[in-house]
């Protein structure tokens, strides 16, 4: 059973950083694609990153490209590299792992797994 579990959330400041993180215990990551989607109050699920299975392709929402990286260890965790963050990245952040394709890009559907989530807090 896939169980992806997130960390590294907080409370910071405006132009600090933050890296999460998102782990597997019972699978290697080489078997999925994965990205980071994220929540704010009274607001849709959006995209954030995605990165494929190989690692080889990427993407990036508009609003972090420049300020946030996503990479992967594949057989142990996936992470996003958050700098400069700003008060409108203050949001739940939700791990997504897909198995269907190579890459899953910005689709929510595409993903098979998703973790509880972690909260991130930008103050001004």
């Known amino acids: 059973q896939v169980q992806l579990i997130e960390s590294g959330g907080g409370l910071v400041q405006a132009g600090a950083s933050l890296r999460l993180s998102c782990l597997d215990s019972?699978?290697?990551?080489?078997?999925?694609?994965m990205a980071w989607f994220r929540e704010a109050p009274g607001q849709d699920r959006e995209f954030v990153a995605a990165i494929s299975k190989a690692g080889r392709t990427w993407d990036y929402a508009d609003s972090v490209k420049g300020r946030f990286s996503i990479s992967r260890d594949n057989g142990k965790s996936a992470h996003l590299q958050m700098n400069d963050l700003k008060p409108e990245d203050t949001a739940v952040y939700y791990c997504?792992?897909?198995?269907?394709?190579?890459?899953?890009?910005?689709?929510?559907?595409?993903?098979?797994?998703w973790g509880q989530g972690t909260q991130v807090t930008v103050s001004s």
């Open positions: 997504a792992a897909g198995t269907t394709t190579e890459y899953s890009g910005r689709y929510p559907s595409l993903y098979n797994y």
């Open positions: 019972g699978h290697t990551f080489s078997s999925f694609a």
